[in-house]
T-cell receptor
Framework: NAGVTQTPKFQVLKTGQSMTLQCAQDMNHNSMYWYRQDPGMGLRLIYYSASEGTTDKGEVPNGYNVSRLNKREFSLRLESAAPSQTSVYFC???????????FGPGTRLTVT | EDQVTQSPEALRLQEGESSSLNCSYTVSGLRGLFWYRQDPGKGPEFLFTLYSAGEEKEKERLKATLTKKESFLHITAPKPEDSATYLCAVNYGGATNKLIFGTGTLLAVQP
């Protein structure tokens, strides 16, 4: 039972490159979230998915797209990376019937 | 506008020296206030949820309390393993459980 897994752990991109951050969970949770964490800014919600095939914007969605093709996986895509997207990205899930979010270990992304 | 402010930004304690962390919030209709612990290089780990003024929850050396404008995380007789960043968040999304986080308090407990 791995919980929430994220790949890759680290990534360096050049400005303008694209990439997809992957998140997978084996807890059968319906809701999934993508956050970014920056020094002095705290965690900020990028996108949210209540269930397979549904997504909704959070506080800071510009420059990102998401995909929830099945219950287990929720991916975050950067189409044209910018230095302002340098951050640590966390995926989280929500256990049904509770308010407790489970976070993955994070992906540290640097855009040069 | 919904907002969460934590203080202090950093706190250094001696082992056994009790203290409190503060989280003040402004939100239109509180649907839950959350405390998380985050260790370096890891994702946040859930500690508590509080829903109404006067509510208290405890876990080992930690106790969270809630008023209409703020929450406190009391740490009694801390140990070095309590060193971490403590994050406060409020639910602004209702059933969707969308959270707004504060910037955290970095706690260092020295032996």
């Amino acid at each position: 039972n791995a919980g929430v897994t994220q790949t890759p752990k680290f990534q360096v991109l050049k400005t303008g490159q694209s990439m997809t951050l992957q998140c997978a969970q084996d807890m059968n949770h319906n809701s999934m979230y993508w956050y970014r964490q920056d020094p002095g800014m705290g965690l900020r919600l990028i996108y949210y998915s209540a269930s397979e095939g549904t997504t909704d914007k959070g506080e800071v969605p510009n420059g990102y797209n998401v995909s929830r093709l099945n219950k287990r996986e929720f991916s975050l895509r950067l189409e044209s990376a910018a230095p302002s997207q340098t951050s640590v990205y966390f995926c989280a899930t929500l256990r049904q019937g509770s308010d407790e979010q489970y976070f993955g270990p994070g992906t540290r992304l640097t855009v040069t | 506008e919904d907002q969460v402010t934590q203080s202090p930004e950093a706190l250094r304690l001696q082992e056994g020296e009790s203290s409190s962390l503060n989280c003040s919030y402004t939100v239109s209709g509180l649907r839950g206030l959350f405390w998380y612990r985050q260790d370096p290089g890891k994702g946040p780990e859930f500690l508590f949820t509080l829903y109404s003024a006067g509510e208290e929850k405890e876990k080992e050396r930690l106790k969270a309390t809630l008023t209409k404008k703020e929450s406190f995380l009391h740490i009694t007789a801390p140990k070095p393993e309590d060193s971490a960043t403590y994050l406060c968040a409020v639910n602004y999304g209702g059933a969707t459980n969308k959270l707004i986080f504060g910037t955290g308090t970095l706690l260092a407990v020295q032996p």
